[in-house]
């Protein structure tokens, strides 16, 4: 297999060379055809046409191994783990440079738009090079990740490979990154004064890098299959804290509720760079250091943000040259303290009573306003006396930067449920929560970008309503009680068993059509609208429904919901009967293609099977539908079934 990969390899190599002198022949439309099959790895006697491309080039094939500049490899392209994936971030990589591969083995966890999953190797043999690194975001699915090789003896020719050095498709067309035409420019000589403020540049996110002692950087985790940022609630441990496996370390508020971040190995917390009230924090953001030994800690006092992305080390050394420098310029040692803070850079400025402007990054500033602190306080330590994130972070920290009283305008630390008052008394600002955040922009898009129709229909519930008194009588010695909610959702799952296509949702291509009926559940919370999911509804009982729904709907106004009791529905109701609601249309929770708004029951004169006038209980259903998956008739028929369950429940229980 090896050797069809070698010349798979070394004839790419040759096309793309020959192209540059030959752009009319023959060969240069072969060039993405070969380059593609090599980095898809298929193997080259499936492809008999590639041959004949090469044909017409006859002698030239003789000096075809001039162009075998890097051992026989494979580049591993980032990949689409999800039906919507387009792009994804690493979160961690599982193997290490050097490592064997075998087939099965966890290359990385990889942070998609649904969850965070496990990367799977395809295929055995050694991991060459790590083309990106731990908490890399945004990488488009195909772009190189990683170099392997088929032998182990291969690794180290790869010690400088960068994706721009191989050729299209990862056929590995060019030379090493250490060849002496991209020496120069890629690995300039250093600076002896630069070295030394700062030798621990480029750390890992493993914290092997630098003078630090071993660490780890803790990033932001994905609590939650459609989590992609969050905010620090609270901190459950305090810096140089023991943490044991388990342990509640912090409360994270995610997108769906207010969830516990608990610890996965035993050690100490040396350092937390996101202080409680941080909003909108992506997920992988470095949010505290963590170390296995208690006598590190002391070493991370003075550790930032900015060194946890591998841009610094510890700061005591960082002041030697800058001091070197500062002792050439002195003209007398009275002046020195007077030439440093003229030598300060732009953060010190904002201090004097000049006035000047303030050079921030936005997310800094944005941090500072929430946090209610002066950014002009703040230490810079970005490029040209720029204050980025850290700089504030590691002021409010401190307990610096208070606000002036000419900007009291300016709103607090967003708290849960606090209200901030606005300096007109005409109203209040209440601040959004995350989870009400969220829902909002889903809302609009789904608005937006679904072509929601609407159909209307009046179900008599006179039966329901005697069949429920009834079991709710022989229930009562349990403590149980049945709602009509719990007859909506299994008369739901009953007519989508018989019209199966409304249990589906819209893929662009394809429309994606359930075979597990699990109906969403929309629940009012005080953090805003949430929606968990009773799995398997059609096949549960009213009882079983209703213990569901109530232990959910318990969760979900505590904020506990886990994860999988939100992920997964298939089909949504929002019921406001009990607001005395006669009828309302809700809007579809995407990518599911219907959701039934139940309105509340009420008497009304109704024409009886005899052809009588006679009074009768009716309640009033709305089905929203996704026109691009429910047609009309099909949601109408839905429809039918679903009041003929309704009418009859007894039919439902057979």
Sequence with gaps: MSSWRRAVQLGARFIRSTSKTNKGSAAVTGIPTCTRYYST???????????????PLGPQLVSLRGFADLPAHSELTMPSLSPTMSQGNIVEWKKKEGDELASGDILCMVET??????????????????????????????????VITDEKDDVAAFANYSPSSGGAGGGGGGAPADSPKEQKPSAPAADPESSEANPGSGGAADGGGGDWPPHSVMGLPSLSPTMSQGNIASWKKKEGEQVGAGDEMAEIETDKATMAWESQDDGFIAKILLQEGAKDIPVGTPAMIFVEEEADIAAFKDYTAEDAKGGGAPKKPAAKPEAKKEGKQETAPQQQPQQ?????????????PSGGRVIASPYAKKLAREANVDISQATATGPEGRIVAADVQKLISEGGGKAKPQKADA?????????TSAQSDDYSDIPNSQIRRITAKRLLESKQTVPHYYLTIDCRVDKLVQLRQQLNAGLAKDGKKLSVNDF???????????????NASWHGDFIRQYHNIDISIAVQTPSGLMVPVVKDSDSKGLTEIGSAVKDLAGKAKEGKLGPAEMAGGTFTISNLG??????????INQPQAAI???????????????????EGTMMSVTLSCDHRVVDGAMGAQWLQAFRGYIEDPVSMLL
């Design 488 to 502: 909506v959702i299994k008369a739901s799952a009953q007519a989508l068993k018989k019209v199966p296509g409304v």
């Design 411 to 419: 709103p607090g630390p967003e708290q849960s449920g606090q209200i």
């Design 578 to 587: 009990m607001y005395n609601v006669d009828n309302f249309s809700a809007v």
């Design 340 to 352: 440093q803070q003229e030598q300060k850079p732009t953060p010190s400025q904002p201090k004097q």
């Design 596 to 614: 039934l708004a139940v309105g509340g029951s009420s008497k009304r004169v109704v024409v009886g099977s005899s052809g009588e006038f006679e």
């Design 41 to 55: 790895g298929i193997t080259l006697i499936q492809h008999p046409q590639w041959l004949r491309t090469l044909v």
């Design 113 to 146: 738009d649904k969850a965070t999953l496990e990367w799977e190797n395809q295929d055995d043999g050694f991991l060459a090079k790590i083309l990106v690194g731990d908490n890399s975001k945004d990488i488009p699915v195909g772009t190189p990740v990683a």
